[in-house]
């Protein structure tokens, strides 16, 4: 396999994954505020519900997609935060690629909160009545990890705006110029 570098020395790649209601889509949110323009968010959520409408399966299409749109913005010159449940053994072969092909600083973290957290926090979201407990339970995995190590693992005691902060500056990001436009 040919290998395909990505990005530049100076963009940063960050990849957000844990479970439903990890505070994934918060973390990200915030960390784009922060920043500013020059941030891209890949969110799997948005390609694979949204654009595809596609169920959450080994080799779905969303896996090739959310790939493409990282490296895309990667080689435009933006930093990108890939986030989502990202199952180990779905998504880990594209990820552990991804992260090996970009050619900046690449940061992995994994937000760990317990099944009982994860069902509390998602009976405050939106879509809490699209979907059950029994659901969640079924989707939970207790630590899916990725192979090799590289995930700075993220506690449930660790608040939005600690991580969000933490993240800014284990990444750089706190030190880098957002895009004028």
Known sequence: MVRV??????????????NSASGKSSVAAGIRDRFGRGLALVAQDNIRRTVLRERDLPGGVNIGLIDTVARHSLDAGYHVVVE???????????????????????????????????????ATKPIADEVDHGSLRAWYRPLDLLPG??????????ALTDTVGRIMRETGLDRLPARDR
């Open 149 to 158: 190590g590289r995930e700075t693992v993220v506690g449930a005691d660790s």
């Open 5 to 18: 570098r990505v990005g530049s020395i100076g963009t940063r790649l960050v990849l957000l994954r844990g």
């Open 84 to 122: 989502g449940i990202l199952y180990a053994d779905h998504y880990g072969a594209m990820l552990a690629r991804l992260c090996a092909d970009h050619r900046g600083p690449t940061h992995c973290y994994y937000l760990d909160v317990p099944l009982a957290e994860t069902l509390e926090r998602h």
